[in-house]
């Protein structure tokens, strides 16, 4: 998955030429409501229909954003599989007893409360994906020089984002050169390697960084990073969807919170 860098998989997405502000927009509307629902229906369904919209009219490929997903999920599995142990409340569904101090029991409280926390964190997780596989980073720094954010804040971020690949270009390449010399073969081998990578990388990065300062040096950096911003202007045909999507949901949440369907 990692070879294709998700801003590239933005840069060629179906959705590219839509006004940034839209899609981010469609975002984090999903993602707050998924946030503040007391039920794990809305964010089902969030996660859902924004999981159809990547796959279908925006063309990621499905094996890509299967392994997107991976990473979210064993995270969410672990956390969730603690909860169950450590919340409480309501009847007693499972109890087991390994040693005489240890005391392992789910209750219905934290199933409900499990459950909710796992399809939160599903819809929440699909929202951002939506922000990440649909929007390049440069359209979001154009758009945080739109709304007023400070333009030295702007260009760090640039530079720590620029420094990113830097970073993990050096780590392959170290990585590689050690796989070829069988460096991860045997156990201790892998250790000796791996702390060897950590401290070879730190220096080349170092190296790196000065490389990149220098080469901005020659470019007649002033302190300002100059930046196309190539976004076409709000459409209504795009925006009136996603404020409907947005109501529907909010709607539905609204809905299942005054119907009683809110988890206890």
Known sequence: MFEELLDDVAQNSAFRHIHPGT??????????ICLVSPTPVVPLISGVILSLVL???VRISPIMYGELLIAPAIFTVMSVVVLLFLLGGGDVIWQFNPVLWINLTITTGSLSQSTLVFFRVFG???SLFFIVLTTPVTDLFNGMKRIGIPIELIDLMMIIYRYIFIVHAQ???IWQAQVMRLGYSRPREAIRSFSLLCGMLFISS????EDLIRAMDCRCYDGIFPSLDLAEPVQMRSLIPVIAYLAGLGGVLIVMTTGGVAVP
Not at 23 to 32: A, N, Y
Not at 206 to 209: E, P
């Open 206 to 209: 170092w190296n790196a960084g």
């Open 171 to 173: 780590a392959v390449e």
């Open 124 to 126: 929440c997780s699909i």
């Open 23 to 32: 899609k981010v927009l469609l975002g984090l509307g999903s993602l707050i």
């Open 55 to 57: 796959l279908i009219p």
